[in-house]
C-alpha cells in the first residue's frame, strides 16, 4: 500500500473535487476532512469516499457548488437546507450557526436537511468544544437503502445512525465521543471486504438473518447489527427520530418519507458557562480526567485514555509518517483524477 504525505494528498483530493465542480474552498474543506479521518483512523470515512462522492456528483445526488441556507430562523432554532452540497460543506456551515445562536442564547439547534454524505461526525461537536460549549450531533440516512435491522429483526430499517458529542476541558483537548449505533460503520465492512479479510462477530446478519463474519454476505442482502442488542437499537431509533423525522429528511427505511441519498442532521450546543463559571467546569472535570488517566490498565490495555485521545496520537504519528493508502482506493483515485485531467503521484 503506499504511504503518502497528508499535505499532497489533501491537494490532490481538492484538485480532483476542483476539477469536478467544486468551488476552491468546498474542495479544500472536503479533502481536508476525508485526511482528517484517515489519520485519525478512521478510513471508512476518509480516502475511499473521493470515488463516491464523485459518482454521486455526476449522478447529480451532489451539487458540488452548492450552500446550505437557513429556511427558518426563530432565534435559538435554525431549520438548514443543504441544497444537496457537499455534506462536510454543509454540516460546517450549520456548526457555525450553531455556534453563533449558543453564544447568544446559552443554547442552541440546528435541523439540516437535503445534505449529502458529512463525513465523520465528530468533528462538528468538537468545533463547537473548541469556543468552550457542549455539542451534539445525530446523523441519520447515507445510503439509497437502510443497512441497519432493528434489534429482533430481519428487515433493515435504519443507516448507521451515529450520535456525536463534544465536552470542553478548558487547557486540554475536548472529549470527543463519536460511535455508530450500530455494532458498526458500513465504511469499516467495505475497508474488510477491500483487505480479504473476515468480518467480526456480531456485526452482521445475512438475508435470511443468520449471524455471519463474510462481508460478501452483507453485499449479498445483508444487514447491520445494532450495538449492544436491545440498547443500541433504542440509540438508533433516537436518531432517527431527531436526525430524520424531525429534520424533515426522512428515514431510509420508511416508505414515502422523503428521504433520499444523504443524511439528515441535527446538531445541538450549550454554553457551560450558561449553568457555572468555566473555570469551576475545568477544574471539576479536569479532577475526573485525572482520576481515568490514573486507573491501572487492565491486562492487555497501555492504559486508560478518553474518549478522542486515541484519534488524536494516530493523527499526530499520520502528520509524520504520512498517510498509508489500500492499494484498490488509491487506484481508483488515480482512475477517477485521469478522467478529469488531474495529475496524481503514481
Not at 7 to 18: H, K, M, P, Q
Not at 68 to 85: C, H, K, M, Q
Amino acid at each position: 500500500m503506499p504511504r503518502l504525505p497528508a499535505d499532497e494528498l489533501s491537494a490532490t483530493v481538492a484538485a480532483i473535487f476542483r476539477a469536478a465542480g467544486a468551488g476552491e474552498d468546498a474542495a479544500a474543506l472536503v479533502a481536508d476532512a476525508l485526511l482528517d479521518a484517515e489519520l485519525c483512523g478512521h478510513p471508512s470515512h476518509g480516502l475511499i469516499r473521493v470515488p463516491e462522492y464523485l459518482g454521486q456528483i455526476r449522478e447529480g445526488v451532489i451539487d458540488p457548488a452548492a450552500q446550505p441556507e437557513i429556511v427558518s430562523d426563530r432565534g435559538a432554532t435554525l431549520v438548514v437546507d443543504g441544497n444537496w452540497g457537499f455534506g462536510q460543506v454543509v454540516a460546517t456551515q450549520a456548526t457555525e450557526w450553531l455556534i453563533e445562536r449558543t453564544r447568544e442564547h446559552g443554547s442552541a439547534a440546528v435541523a439540516v436537511r437535503r445534505c449529502a454524505h458529512v463525513g465523520r461526525a465528530g468533528v462538528y461537536p468538537e468545533r463547537a468544544a473548541a469556543q468552550g460549549l457542549v455539542g451534539f450531533a445525530f446523523v441519520n440516512g447515507g445510503g439509497a437503502k437502510p443497512r441497519v435491522a432493528p434489534h429482533g429483526g430481519r428487515r433493515a430499517v435504519f443507516g448507521t445512525n451515529p450520535i456525536a458529542a463534544a465536552v470542553p476541558l478548558p487547557g486540554s483537548d475536548p472529549v470527543v465521543i463519536d460511535f455508530s449505533t450500530a455494532a458498526v460503520a458500513s465504511g469499516k465492512i467495505r475497508v474488510l471486504r477491500q483487505r480479504g479479510e473476515p468480518l467480526p462477530e456480531g456485526w452482521i446478519i445475512d438475508a435470511d438473518g443468520r449471524p455471519t463474519t463474510s462481508a460478501e454476505d452483507y453485499y449479498a442482502g445483508g444487514m447491520l447489527l445494532p450495538a449492544a442488542a436491545h440498547k443500541g437499537y433504542a440509540l438508533c431509533l433516537l436518531v432517527e427520530l431527531l436526525a430524520g423525522c424531525l429534520t424533515g429528511a426522512g428515514s431510509p427505511g420508511v416508505p414515502d418519507s422523503g428521504y433520499q441519498v444523504g443524511n439528515g442532521l441535527f446538531l445541538q450546543a450549550f454554553s457551560v458557562e450558561a449553568f457555572m463559571p468555566l473555570e469551576s467546569f475545568a477544574v471539576a472535570a479536569g479532577r475526573l480526567a485525572d482520576v481515568l488517566h490514573d486507573t491501572p490498565p487492565a491486562e492487555g490495555s497501555e492504559r486508560v485514555m478518553l474518549p478522542g485521545e486515541p484519534e488524536r496520537r494516530l493523527a499526530a504519528e499520520g502528520s509524520e509518517a504520512g498517510v498509508e493508502v489500500s492499494a484498490p482506493t488509491w487506484e481508483s483515485i488515480a482512475s477517477e483524477a485521469a478522467a478529469l485531467g488531474v495529475a496524481v503521484q503514481a
